[in-house]
């Protein structure tokens, strides 16, 4: 009983560590081929290089990749800063045992199909793994397993530092993000189960 109500806890309000301490690196410093800091991590904060180990299927929306496939590479905000061709990053943070975060991803495909022509790009930070009780960081096979069950095929990274979670007051899933990449300035960030196809549409 005592494990149960835990994890209830924990879908709840996450992974709470306290006080959000400012510790992004480089806060005043730049990074090549970056936008330069400082850092932050609210609405209307520059967005510091997040860096993730990750898979994603090279033809997007109208991919059939199934991930157990497809190698681990590095991936980060700054390959889309200087993609011209992108307009703004949705960054999400995950946990596979979270069933708010599976949840939202029945969103997912239509929001990619929707949006990326218009120069979006998904993706999406899976922190923890499937075990509530542990909240083990995620792993490629996790990374797998969560591409499986969601037939999704937007980059999916490892974020084992939880960086992604210095951008919540309340370490909770899922966290949602739009960063635009004509500055990396967050532009909306909440947390929670959310429909943003009203936010994506309103965007220019």
């Known amino acids: 009983m005592r494990t149960l109500a835990a994890s209830i806890l924990l879908i709840a309000v996450g ?3 306290g006080p959000k301490i400012d510790d992004t ?3 005043t410093g730049e990074e090549l081929n970056y936008v330069p800091g400082p850092y932050g991590y609210g609405k209307g904060s520059v967005i510091e290089n997040l860096k993730f180990i990750a898979k994603w299927d090279p033809a997007g929306a109208a991919g059939t990749a ?6 681990l590479k590095p991936l980060s905000l700054a390959d889309y800063y200087n993609d011209k061709a992108v307009k703004y990053v949705v960054v999400s943070g995950n946990a596979g045992w979270c069933p708010p975060c599976n949840e939202e991803q ?3 495909p239509g ?6 022509p218009k120069g979006f790009k998904f993706v999406q930070g899976l922190i923890q793994g499937y075990n509530a009780r542990t909240g083990a960081p995620a ?3 996790d990374i797998n397993r969560w591409q499986g069950d969601h037939d999704i095929h937007v ?3 490892l974020d084992p530092e939880g960086r992604i979670h210095q951008f919540a007051d309340v370490a909770a899933f899922p966290l949602n993000m739009i960063v635009r990449t004509s500055d990396m300035q967050i532009i909306y960030s909440e947390t929670g189960l959310r429909n943003l196809d009203a936010t ?4 220019p």
């Open 155 to 157: 980059a999916i990274g």
């Open 139 to 141: 792993t490629e096979a």
């Open 200 to 203: 994506f549409a309103s965007l």
């Open 106 to 108: 029945k969103y997912v």
């Open 15 to 17: 992974c709470n560590g």
């Open 25 to 27: 690196p480089n806060q």
């Open 66 to 71: 199934s991930y157990d496939q497809l190698p």
């Open 111 to 116: 929001w990619q199909a929707k949006y990326e």
